[in-house]
Nanobody, 125 residues
Framework: QVQLVESGGGLVQAGGSLRLSCAAS????????MGWFRQAPGKEREFVAA???????YYGDSVKGRFTVSRENAKNTAYMQMNSLEPEDTAVYYC???????????????????WGQGTQVTVSS
């Protein structure tokens, strides 16, 4: 099992940038696929991006070209760089993880069994 802690959220103006971090516990971080999801008030949770154990990435259509996911296995940490932020990006952002065998590009939250507590991102217009 892995425990996840997100950080880096905050308030930013439209057009600005933020970098979210997801710190994972455990010794086998390099074997995990990492995902990012978000949930805005009154809306369903939405897939944002994912990076698998080997570094392959996959993005939701609404963030392609603006967000970039990466990982640093030596630090047991995944990152998501968010550029050109828009008010529509305002949401609670969640980090998720699961073992490499469960990798999928479906964008389903059921592909990930382990979740962080979330971090708020607010983009003002």
């Amino acid at each position: 099992q892995v425990q996840l802690v997100e950080s880096g959220g905050g308030l930013v103006q439209a057009g600005g940038s933020l970098r979210l971090s997801c710190a994972a516990s455990g010794r086998t971080f390099s074997n995990y696929n990492m995902g990012w999801f978000r949930q805005a008030p009154g809306k369903e949770r939405e897939f944002v991006a994912a990076i698998n154990w080997s570094g392959s990435t996959y993005y939701g259509d609404s963030v392609k070209g603006r967000f970039t996911v990466s990982r640093e296995n030596a630090k047991n940490t995944a990152y998501m760089q968010m550029n050109s932020l828009e008010p529509e990006d305002t949401a609670v952002y969640y980090c998720a993880a699961d073992t490499q065998g469960r990798w999928s590009t479906s964008g389903r939250d059921s592909d990930f069994r382990y979740w962080g507590q979330g971090t708020q991102v607010t983009v003002s217009s």
